[in-house]
């Protein structure tokens, strides 16, 4: 499983980690992600995905699953996030 968060994209990054005699060497670092059960409201579904903390926080901020899917870039989204992002568009066609 990769490290990447499936709404945002986000994934690791490299950087030094610098002593205290000024050695640098290469890590990672790694974004804090967490299995989570969002629920659609459009859709009456959960679904479980793995979301870094920071989108959480973003998703609670726009109104649930369904508003930040609305407005999320589609080369962010995993292919995933991307199928309930197009079944949320056609059921809030349909109503």
Avoid at 7 to 34: C, D, E, Q, V, Y
Wanted: charged share 25%; glycine share 6%; aromatic share 4%.
């Amino acid at each position: 499983m990769s490290r990447v968060c499936e709404l945002t994209g986000k994934g690791p990054m490299t950087g030094n980690t610098i002593s205290h005699a000024n050695n640098k060497s290469r890590r990672r670092f790694l974004p804090n992600l967490n299995e989570v059960t969002m629920i659609s409201d459009i859709l009456g579904q959960s679904f479980k995905l793995r979301v870094s903390a920071a989108a959480l926080r973003t998703v609670d901020h726009r109104g649930g699953l369904d508003a930040f899917l609305a407005k999320a870039k589609d080369d962010e989204l995993s292919t995933n996030a991307l199928k309930i992002k197009k079944d949320i568009a056609k059921a809030s066609a349909a109503a």
